[in-house]
């Protein structure tokens, strides 16, 4: 059977490679569970990369699963964001990895089709072999390309700027959390890049705005009638979600908002907010996602 002490070396790798493609710590988290279970059937003897072979089992797995996700997915209410994990120092000094699992780089890859998604995060963040990616997916080597250059277009006709100065990203994000919590409009409107967009995830189980809110202006009133009516016993964490400045609003012990905001040149650029209370579960918990 396959060595548990190599499973466990790639442990991290295989998780990050399931949340990018299906989006959600939960779905990542079973992947990489079926994945030990395939990989328990195996002799070592007959694998010579596990590396190659393990990321190749978790894709295959992850795949099967975004299509099914996709399918429930069309009847979601609002807006769709990926569920939030807790991102340490390790992500923050890995300037690919920090970007690709950036919100605001994850709501991009939703746009992607499957094979596309699949491609592009094990090419483009992992820097896989076009040969290991066609096992992966089962394409050709000459389609892997294909779908490679595809995604890659797409990615950067779409993709936000990313700040790497962490340092300045929170200081910025402070600033903006206390113009909000102080209800100060102004402020908010200095912080706020002009074409600057809210997004919130309720899924139809809690209040949410049911479609995007854009524009600076839009933005900052729509959160200062949210500070107008604060949570029961609200406490406030800071903390990083997805390699961003983040927070955890919480109404007594229960965790409520797990919020997200996206700094580019100095300007917020984009805020996200997830309510729905299945996505929150892992981060009420504590625990860290893919250990």
């Known amino acids: 059977m396959g060595s548990a002490d190599a499973f466990e070396e790639h442990r991290t790798l295989l998780f990050t490679i399931a949340y990018e493609i299906t989006g959600t710590a939960t ?7 079926d994945s030990y279970l395939k990989w328990a059937q195996v002799r070592d003897d007959d694998v010579q990369n596990p590396r190659a072979y393990l990321a190749s089992v978790v894709t295959r797995t992850a795949l099967n699963s975004l299509r099914s996700a996709q399918r429930r997915r069309e009847d979601y209410v609002g807006p769709w964001l990926p569920e939030p994990i807790l991102t340490g120092p390790d992500v923050a000094e890995d300037a690919v990895l920090g970007e690709a699992l950036s919100m605001a780089m994850l709501v991009v890859l939703e746009s992607l089709t499957p094979d596309e998604r699949a491609v592009f995060v094990l090419r483009e963040v992992f820097d896989f072999p076009y040969t290991d990616i066609a096992d992966a997916t089962g394409k050709s ?7 490679a250059h595809r995604a890659k277009e797409h990615v950067r006709d779409r993709q936000p700027r990313f700040d790497v100065d ?3 990203q929170r200081q910025v994000a402070n600033r903006f959390i206390s113009a909000t919590l102080g209800g100060d409009l102004q402020s908010l409107m200095d912080l706020l890049a002009p074409g600057a967009v809210l997004i919130s995830d309720g899924g139809g189980k809690v209040s949410a705005a049911r479609r995007p809110v854009q524009g600076a202006e839009r933005v900052a009133r729509f959160l200062l009638g949210l500070q107008s009516k604060p949570l029961p016993d609200m406490r406030v964490e800071s903390c990083s979600l997805n390699n961003m400045p983040g927070l955890l609003i919480f109404s007594g012990p229960r965790l409520d908002v797990a919020a997200m905001i996206h ?11 997830v309510r729905n209370p299945d996505k929150l579960e892992n981060l009420a918990a504590g625990a860290p996602a893919g250990q």
């Open 27 to 33: 779905d990542a988290e079973d992947v990489v569970q």
């Open 141 to 147: 080597t000459a389609a892997v390309r294909q779908l």
């Open 166 to 168: 962490a340092a300045q």
């Open 263 to 273: 700094v580019d040149g100095g300007k917020v650029t984009g805020v996200y907010l």
